[in-house]
Nanobody, 114 residues
Framework: QVQLVESGGGLVQPGGSLRLSCAMS????????MGWYRQAPGKQREWVAR???????TYADSVKGRFTISRDNAKKTVYLQMNSLKPEDTAVYYC????????WGQGTQVTVSS
């Protein structure tokens, strides 16, 4: 059984940084694509960043150049480094294994406010 647990969220001022972590329990972490999504209040969940099938990374235009996704297969953990945070980045951030399994974590709240 796969479980994903996100951590690292919190309150940060505009321009600040946070690093989110997503730890997976279960096997075969390295075969999952892994990605991050977010959902702001009153809005639909949107994709933020993910690994591609070739092992590269891809980002939503809204976070490109500010966010970096990375992974440590030995620790079965995926990270999201978020820099130059803006109030519009405020959301609950979720990690996912990606298709076809589509396991999801419970989310971690990120609030960007002065």
């Amino acid at each position: 059984q796969v479980q994903l647990v996100e951590s690292g969220g919190g309150l940060v001022q505009p321009g600040g940084s946070l690093r989110l972590s997503c730890a997976m329990s279960g096997n075969f972490f390295s075969v999952y694509a892994m990605g991050w999504y977010r959902q702001a209040p009153g809005k639909q969940r949107e994709w933020v960043a993910r690994f591609t099938s070739g092992g590269g990374t891809t980002y939503a235009d809204s976070v490109k150049g500010r966010f970096t996704i990375s992974r440590d297969n030995a620790k079965k953990t995926v990270y999201l480094q978020m820099n130059s945070l803006k109030p519009e980045d405020t959301a609950v951030y979720y990690c996912t294994t990606g298709p076809p399994s589509n396991y999801w974590g419970q989310g971690t709240q990120v609030t960007v406010s002065s």
